[in-house]
Structures are given as C-alpha cells and as structure tokens.
C-alpha cells in the first residue's frame, strides 16, 4: 500500500535518477576529474591554474530544460576540447568511454575561466515526462522533482568520501524574462567563489560572503518534510 501511494504521488522518481545519476555515473568520473584537468594544465602552461576550480561543475535547472549544445544557449560559453576520457568494461558494453568537455566562460570584464561543465542528464528525463501524457507528470510535478533531485544529489555526494572536491552542483532558476549571458555569469559566479576559497586558504583570510544563488537551504524551505520518499521498511533500510 504504501509502495502504491508513493508511486502515484511519484515521490520515488527523483530519488532514484539522482541514485542512479551518482551510481552509474558521477561515481565513475569525480574521482578522475583532477587527474584529467592536473593533465590538461601540465600541456597547456600558458592558462592559468586554479586547482579549486578541477572539478566537474554540474549544471541543475529547475525547470529541467538544458540544451545539447551550451554554446547555443549562452555565445558567452565557448568549447575548448574534450579532456582524457575514460574507458571502461560496464554492464557488458566494452569499452565504454566517459569524458568531458572543457569550455572557456567569458566574464563581463572579457575575462577568460575555463571549466568542465556540463548539465545533470537526468534533468532530460524530467523534462521528457512532463511533456509525456503517458507519464501524466505536470510541469509543477516536474519542479517538485527538480528541487528534490537536487537535494538528494547533494546528499548523497557529501557522504561520498571518494567524491569529495571533485564537483561543484550549480542549482539555478532561469529568469522570467530571457536573458542572453545568464548561463555564464551564473557559472561565473561559482569559479569566482572557487577561486576566493584558493586564495583564502592559501592567505589564511575570511571566507567570502555569503552566496546569492541557489543552494540547498532555500530549497529546504521550498519542500515540505512530506514530500520526501519514505522507505518501504519500518527498520529504515
């Protein structure tokens, strides 16, 4: 009965595409991330290097509409090369390749950041249902979902030791009226945060203020208790 009353409110189908996003993916490619951009710096000397920024920034609109090609959705974000994939033997496909694209983000000053971006691919799915009548999923479902992919997401990538620094989780509401550089100054705005929390550890100096986007806190306050998945077994697991 209560596995019948979770389906219907689809409490289930966020949980399980941010399991699923961290299992079958992110699990595979964070802890190689450093490697592949410590790789990258070694053969391009001549940009510069700020370590906090070597991970993979993950793009999560909540309205789950992403695009293929990032540089169609913001002319600020450009594509720079692909860093050393991965190849793997993964549920009988051999060979499997996993990789990432780097871009260069220009700043309102025509300032240069370079970045592994790319946006949370179960968004796609979302997004997909919500347009689907055999999912019967309505666009304020599909948000619902959105906020608490996210913060699973966050969740189970802070408990996981192996990938740990490796990620940056880049959780945005687009504007109402279309704004052509949102995109960039948005992932702009969290390199810069990178780049402070480098030069403070190295300086020793306070933290930078507090940050205006998004983050799990106000998406506690968007998401009553009740909209979590509850588990199917009274001893919790």
Same mark, same amino acid.
């Given at each position: 009965?209560?596995?019948?009353?979770? %389906?219907?409110?689809?409490?289930?189908v966020a949980?399980g595409?941010?399991?699923?996003?961290? =299992?079958g993916?992110?699990?595979?490619v964070?802890?190689? =991330?450093?490697? @592949?951009?410590?790789?990258?710096?070694?053969?391009?000397?001549? /940009?510069?290097? !700020?370590?906090?920024t070597?991970?993979?920034?993950? &793009?999560?609109?909540?309205? $789950?509409?992403t695009y293929?090609?990032?540089?169609?959705?913001?002319s600020?974000i450009?594509?720079v090369t692909?860093?050393?994939e991965?190849? /793997?033997?993964?549920?009988?496909?051999?060979?499997? =390749?996993y990789?990432?694209? &780097?871009?260069a983000i220009t700043?309102?000053?025509?300032?240069?950041?370079? !970045?592994a971006?790319?946006?949370? @691919?179960?968004l796609?799915?979302? +997004?997909?249902?919500s347009?689907d %009548? !055999?999912a019967?999923?309505?666009?304020?479902e599909r948000?619902e979902?959105?906020?608490?992919?996210?913060?699973t997401?966050?969740?189970?990538?802070?408990?996981?030791?192996? $990938?740990?620094?490796? +990620?940056? &989780?880049?959780? +945005?509401e687009?504007?109402e009226?279309?704004?052509?550089?949102?995109?960039?100054?948005e992932?702009v705005?969290?390199l810069r #945060?990178?780049h402070?929390?480098?030069?403070? =550890? #190295?300086?020793?100096?306070?933290?930078?203020s507090?940050?205006?986007?998004l983050?799990s806190a106000?998406l506690?306050? #968007?998401?009553s208790v009740s909209?979590?998945? #509850?588990p &199917?077994?009274?001893?919790?697991f």
């Amino acid at each position: 009965e209560m596995s019948e009353m979770s %389906e219907r409110s689809k409490q289930n189908v966020a949980h399980g595409l941010a399991w699923s996003f961290y =299992v079958g993916y992110l699990k595979i490619v964070l802890p190689r =991330v450093k490697k @592949t951009m410590e790789e990258f710096s070694r053969a391009n000397p001549n /940009l510069p290097a !700020c370590r906090k920024t070597w991970k993979l920034h993950i &793009l999560i609109p909540l309205s $789950c509409d992403t695009y293929d090609d990032l540089e169609k959705a913001d002319s600020n974000i450009q594509y720079v090369t692909e860093l050393t994939e991965t190849t /793997l033997a993964r549920a009988g496909i051999k060979k499997r =390749v996993y990789k990432h694209s &780097l871009y260069a983000i220009t700043d309102e000053e025509n300032q240069l950041w370079h !970045c592994a971006v790319e946006y949370a @691919t179960p968004l796609q799915t979302l +997004y997909a249902m919500s347009q689907d %009548e !055999c999912a019967a999923f309505s666009r304020e479902e599909r948000l619902e979902q959105a906020k608490l992919f996210y913060r699973t997401l966050e969740e189970i990538l802070r408990g996981s030791k192996e $990938c740990a620094d490796t +990620y940056r &989780l880049i959780a +945005y509401e687009e504007p109402e009226e279309a704004e052509s550089h949102f995109l960039s100054r948005e992932i702009v705005w969290h390199l810069r #945060q990178e780049h402070h929390e480098e030069i403070s =550890v #190295q300086e020793q100096s306070h933290p930078p203020s507090p940050s205006t986007a998004l983050d799990s806190a106000e998406l506690n306050l #968007q998401i009553s208790v009740s909209d979590l998945p #509850q588990p &199917l077994r009274t001893d919790g697991f």
